[in-house]
T-cell receptor, first 117, second 110 residues
Framework: DTEVTQTPKHLVMGMTNKKSLKCEQHMGHRAMYWYKQKAKKPPELMFVYSYEKLSINESVPSRFSPECPNSSLLNLHLHALQPEDSALYLCASSQGALWPRVDVGYTFGSGTRLTVV | ELKVEQNPLFLSMQEGKNYTIYCNYS?????LYWYRQDPGKSLESLFVLLSNGAVKQEGRLMASLDTKARLSTLHITAAVHDLSATYFCAPRTSGSRLTFGEGTQLTVNP
């Protein structure tokens, strides 16, 4: 299995809702990432998990809450979002920062397109 | 803070022509990635360049890296319509951060 699977593919939520995005990989990767991509813009890093521990939070508002229950799963919990949070949310994985010479690439999922109404 | 500049941001070219996309970055990076993105789709990995002077080729695309100049190029040879997409470069920095350039939107016309 060489894929990163993201669910759901599309999500529409109200500003008072709570929802979660899910990301799964079975490649044995130990680093997982959340990126946010607005239309016509590059992806922007949100969070990095390394060995199931949060290693980077790029000053993301607390209405976004990441969780890494195990080495294969990464969740992004959403609460009280704003319309400007509407974007494509991409999950990625890599072998892990501890093996820089082996860590050849990042595998991106197909993304969750989120619309906040 | 790492800044990544790509140019051009928009590129319209005819089939059969050659062109180069440039990617400049402002701080030291140990490797650089090139990705392709089709509209509404995710990122497709094209190349990873691991060292100074690295050159990789796949089909009509060739990427190179000059770490001293902090410059990478993506050269397109004899463009075809199927290459129309947005291309991103992304140097890797500390903590396995990928910082993406603004992207080059390539349109190849018949």
């Amino acid at each position: 299995d060489t894929e990163v699977t993201q669910t759901p593919k599309h999500l529409v939520m109200g500003m008072t809702n709570k929802k979660s995005l899910k990301c799964e990989q079975h490649m044995g990767h130990r680093a997982m990432y959340w990126y946010k991509q607005k239309a016509k813009k590059p992806p922007e890093l949100m969070f990095v998990y390394s060995y199931e521990k949060l290693s980077i939070n790029e000053s993301v508002p607390s209405r976004f809450s990441p969780e890494c229950p195990n080495s294969s799963l990464l969740n992004l919990h959403l609460h009280a979002l704003q319309p400007e949070d509407s974007a494509l949310y991409l999950c990625a994985s890599s072998q892990g920062a501890l093996w820089p010479r082996v860590d050849v690439g990042y595998t991106f999922g197909s993304g969750t397109r989120l619309t906040v109404v | 803070e790492l800044k990544v500049e790509q140019n051009p941001l928009f590129l319209s070219m005819q089939e059969g022509k050659n062109y180069t996309i440039y990617c400049n970055y402002s701080t030291t990076s140990d490797r650089l990635y090139w990705y392709r993105q089709d509209p509404g789709k995710s990122l497709e990995s094209l190349f990873v360049l691991l060292s100074n002077g690295a050159v990789k080729q796949e089909g009509r695309l060739m990427a190179s890296l000059d770490t001293k100049a902090r410059l990478s190029t993506l050269h397109i040879t004899a463009a075809v319509h199927d290459l129309s997409a947005t291309y991103f470069c992304a140097p890797r920095t500390s903590g396995s951060r990928l910082t993406f350039g603004e992207g080059t939107q390539l349109t190849v016309n018949p």
